[in-house]
């Protein structure tokens, strides 16, 4: 068959069969004009979303599972992606009910990658990440210059894609065929359809999370303090259940905070009303700041990544004003720095690279105890510098439990004492 000889005609067809899979042509289209060609991976079919990077070096896992990127065309910037695979989701036996990544899914639209790994290692892979996409029918890309994408989305900001494959992939759409999921309320499609409660039989204070698309380990990280955690739907009115816990918490989750304001209103009333520590990361930290009367606002490429450094500005708990905490991020919105900050509330953390603000505190004047971050102390993945403020708050609404059980008996003992007295007369 070589040097242009014909080919003979008495040879088995297997073994003429093309050993590898034929390849595909893929290509991401922006909405800015420009296109990459590649290669497909993953699922076959073209998807719209809107197109993000992150600088995440490992984790991807963690990161296509990550509600908050719902929507969204995933760049990563490492320059291999896939090399250990994709492990089981299955639930840990110590946390039964919470998926092993951070969603029971992958929630991004599409991932571009410059070299996808389709051999895999690790002792805990169960599969590649090429059969992991197209088992939930995510569209791959792969053989574009990542670095050459980023630089672009850095300069221009995040940009409408597509991400075609096949016969599509030549085909650039029109303007209008963009699909824009910032115009979506996001928040309702990742978020739990019905209260549930994990580790009913803890010790630990009782906890109520509003779920505007939570990743697991937030659940996981209350759960490990041994908290009674109840997750709610993001539309639940908490104020309506409030005296049964001992907290509230505030969960990540995508898209833009004032497509929910009338969750924000119910927030406003929680904290004007109730005295019960709050904890709000990413989605949950901008829900608090816009109940505070902070303003939000849409970032132009966002922070996306497990490598953002923040300043301390106040100390609380584990954490100490005048350090610097590297941190894990996934935001496209963030509430704007002012000098006028809310009277009761002060700024907690600054982003050392954009001086974007990254965590609220309500102030010792206010009364009340309130914690918003930007960031994710849980990660997963990411550095654990902040990890402990989950400690700190399950600890605060523990000592608040500690204290409201202490009056309740100190207000029964006087009711059966005036009863007891009333009797005697």
């Known amino acids: 068959m070589a040097r242009g000889l014909a080919t003979p005609t008495n040879i088995n067809p297997a073994l003429l069969t093309n050993v ?88 991004c639209t599409g991932v571009v990658v410059s070299d996808v790994a389709l051999k895999f290692s690790h002792y805990q892979a169960v599969e590649s990440l090429h059969q992991w996409c197209e088992r939930y029918n995510v569209p791959g890309l792969t053989g574009v210059d990542t670095r050459a994408i980023t630089s672009l989305l850095r300069d221009q900001g995040t940009t409408l894609g597509r991400l075609a494959v096949g016969d599509d992939a030549p085909v650039v759409p029109a303007d209008v065929d963009f699909w824009d999921p910032s115009k979506d309320n996001l928040i309702a499609q990742v978020s739990t359809p019905h209260k549930y409660t994990l580790n009913p039989n803890g010790a630990g204070p009782r906890i109520a999370v509003l779920d505007f698309g939570s990743k697991a380990n937030i659940l996981r990280s209350l759960v490990k303090r041994d908290a009674v955690v109840t997750v709610l739907p993001w539309d639940y009115d908490f104020n309506t259940i409030r005296d049964q816990f001992d907290g509230l918490f505030l969960s990540n989750g995508p898209g833009d905070p004032k497509a929910i304001m009338d969750t924000v209103m119910r927030v406003r009333q929680t904290i004007n009303e109730w005295n019960k520590p709050i904890f709000g990361i990413c989605m949950g930290h901008q829900i608090l700041g816009l109940a505070a009367g902070l303003e939000a606002y849409r970032m132009t490429f966002g922070n996306r990544g497990h490598n953002q450094p923040v300043l301390a500005l106040a100390s609380s708990g584990s954490i100490k004003a005048g350090r610097v905490y590297v941190t894990s991020q996934n935001h496209q919105y963030a509430l704007r720095l002012t000098e006028d900050f809310p009277s009761g509330w002060a700024p907690f953390f600054i982003n050392c690279n954009d001086s974007s603000v990254e965590g609220i505190i309500s102030t010792p004047e206010s009364g009340k105890r309130i914690w918003g971050v930007q960031f994710h102390p849980e990660s997963a993945g990411g550095p654990l510098d902040t990890i402990e403020m989950f400690t700190d708050f399950v600890n605060e609404c523990q000592a608040g439990r500690r204290g409201w059980k202490a009056s309740a008996m100190i207000a029964d003992e006087v009711k059966i004492g005036g009863s007891a007295a009333k009797l005697a007369v």
């Open 20 to 107: 590898l899979t034929p390849k595909t042509p893929a290509a991401l289209h922006l909405k800015s004009g420009q296109s990459y060609y590649g290669e497909s991976f993953g699922s076959k079919e073209s998807k719209f979303g809107e197109t993000v990077f992150s600088t995440s070096i490992t984790s991807y896992t963690d990161s296509m599972t990550d509600p908050s990127y719902l929507g969204q065309i995933l760049v990563f910037t490492s320059p291999m992606i896939g090399n250990y695979g994709v492990p089981s989701n299955a639930p840990l036996a110590d946390t039964p009910g919470i998926p092993f990544l951070e969603s029971v899914k992958i929630q």
